[in-house]
Structure formats: structure tokens, C-alpha cells
């Protein structure tokens, strides 16, 4: 039975995510200084072990992430959108703060943790969930061994979920540090969980996500 290794890494920091900014499937942040500096160290570390392919969502915070860990491993970036952040519709680029005091009512929607609630011009968390599963299913089952994969805070939480089967309308209870390695075994089409939110190459430590949804 074939076996993939999925490693799951959190882009670096970006302005939005020191600002709380509300980052999303259309709207970007570049990634800060220590966004940079964090990305190198990731690059540093996953040069040291073997990867057959190495993915990543399009956006440009992951493509800045991507691409010295796809300088120091020597392998080709693929690009996938179907591995962006969840689509927050005309929540993105808002805090919450903003979000709660100029439209309260999707707010408290939104808040009320509601899997099928879809944000003005955004998706669902059932429908987020659905592309991101599909997605790396599809990479999993391509893949000859390990792969790592480069995408968003909102990505990796959804496959904790899947993987632990916790519920989508439950309170958030694991991390999702920038610049994360999070290690996903997938053989016999089930997932299975290896380590999570580690941040051991990262001295100064990193941001958690404040989206507690």
C-alpha cells in the first residue's frame, strides 16, 4: 500500500499578520523582515531531508516563502489555487475589530462558528473545507514519497480538523504558528497525524493566528 508524507508548512510573517489583518483567497501581504528571515530558516532546515515535490499555493506569500526552500532542495515550486487561504470575501484585508464595528450582523455571523455560513462575496468553511481536502488528496496520491507543501494558516487548520475529526464549528485548540512544519501521513486514503506546530528551526519563535475560528 502506497504511503505519502505530507509536510504541511505555514507561510513566513507578513504585515497583515502583525497588523491582524484578515488574509484571505484574494487578498495579499508581503511577508516582513522576519517573514524573509523565516523562510530561510525553514529553507535550512527541509534542505537537510528528502522531498519528491515540492507544492505550494499561489499567492504571494507563500510564493516568497516558496522559494528559497525551492533554492536550498533544488526542487521546481508547483503552484496550486486551489491551496489558497479560505475565501473571506469583503472581510479581507479588515481586522476584526473593523469588521465588527462597520457590519456587526455578518460579524456575529461569521463569529457563531456556522460551517455553512458564507461571507459576503467568500465561501463557506464546508465548501473551504472541501477544496483544501481535495486538493491535497490529489497531491498525496500523485506523490512517490514525501512532498512538502507551502500554503496558509487557514489550510493547515482545516486539515487538523479533518485529520482529527474535530468538528468544523468547534473553538480552534491547536496552533498555527507562521513558518510551522506540521508532518500529515496519508496511506489507504485515510490521514493520520505525525507532529504538529513545530517551530524548533525558529529561535525568536513566530506569530499564532489570531483567528480563533
Same mark, same amino acid.
Given at each position: 500500500?502506497?504511503?505519502?508524507?505530507?509536510?504541511?508548512?505555514?507561510?513566513?510573517?507578513?504585515?497583515?499578520?502583525?497588523?491582524?489583518?484578515?488574509?484571505?483567497?484574494?487578498?495579499?501581504?508581503?511577508?516582513?523582515?522576519?517573514?524573509?528571515?523565516?523562510?530561510?530558516?525553514?529553507?535550512?532546515?527541509?534542505?537537510?531531508?528528502?522531498?519528491?515535490?515540492?507544492?505550494?499555493?499561489?499567492?504571494?506569500?507563500?510564493?516568497?516563502?516558496?522559494?528559497?526552500?525551492?533554492?536550498?532542495?533544488?526542487?521546481?515550486?508547483?503552484?496550486?489555487?486551489?491551496?489558497?487561504?479560505? %475565501?473571506?470575501?469583503? /472581510?479581507?484585508? $479588515?481586522?476584526?475589530?473593523?469588521? !465588527? =464595528?462597520?457590519?456587526? @450582523? &455578518?460579524?456575529?455571523?461569521?463569529?457563531?462558528?456556522?460551517?455553512?455560513?458564507?461571507?459576503?462575496?467568500?465561501? %463557506?468553511?464546508?465548501? /473551504?473545507?472541501? $477544496?483544501?481536502?481535495?486538493a491535497? !488528496? =490529489?497531491i498525496?496520491? @500523485? &506523490?512517490?514519497?514525501?512532498?512538502?507543501?507551502?500554503?496558509?494558516?487557514?489550510?493547515?487548520g482545516?486539515?487538523?480538523?479533518?485529520?482529527?475529526?474535530?468538528?468544523?464549528?468547534?473553538?480552534?485548540s491547536?496552533?498555527?504558528?507562521?513558518?510551522?512544519?506540521?508532518?500529515?501521513?496519508?496511506?489507504?486514503?485515510?490521514?493520520?497525524?505525525?507532529?504538529?506546530?513545530?517551530?524548533?528551526?525558529?529561535?525568536?519563535?513566530?506569530?499564532?493566528?489570531?483567528?480563533?475560528?
Amino acid at each position: 500500500m502506497a504511503e505519502a508524507r505530507v509536510v504541511l508548512i505555514r507561510h513566513g510573517e507578513t504585515e497583515w499578520n502583525r497588523e491582524g489583518r484578515i488574509q484571505g483567497y484574494r487578498a495579499d501581504s508581503p511577508l516582513t523582515a522576519s517573514g524573509h528571515v523565516q523562510a530561510r530558516l525553514l529553507a535550512e532546515r527541509l534542505a537537510r531531508e528528502r522531498f519528491d515535490a515540492l507544492h505550494s499555493s499561489d499567492a504571494g506569500r507563500t510564493r516568497q516563502t516558496a522559494a528559497p526552500i525551492g533554492a536550498a532542495t533544488g526542487l521546481e515550486v508547483l503552484y496550486h489555487a486551489a491551496l489558497r487561504e479560505r %475565501s473571506y470575501g469583503v /472581510f479581507e484585508g $479588515r481586522t476584526y475589530q473593523e469588521v !465588527e =464595528r462597520e457590519d456587526p @450582523g &455578518a460579524f456575529q455571523r461569521f463569529r457563531s462558528r456556522d460551517p455553512y455560513y458564507v461571507p459576503p462575496s467568500g465561501e %463557506s468553511a464546508v465548501q /473551504f473545507r472541501d $477544496r483544501v481536502v481535495a486538493a491535497l !488528496e =490529489r497531491i498525496a496520491e @500523485g &506523490a512517490a514519497g514525501g512532498v512538502a507543501v507551502i500554503t496558509h494558516g487557514g489550510v493547515l487548520g482545516m486539515m487538523y480538523r479533518h485529520v482529527t475529526g474535530a468538528s468544523l464549528d468547534s473553538k480552534r485548540s491547536y496552533s498555527l504558528h507562521n513558518a510551522s512544519i506540521n508532518r500529515l501521513l496519508y496511506s489507504g486514503k485515510r490521514w493520520s497525524l505525525e507532529v504538529w506546530g513545530d517551530i524548533a528551526h525558529l529561535p525568536a519563535g513566530s506569530i499564532d493566528s489570531t483567528n480563533k475560528l
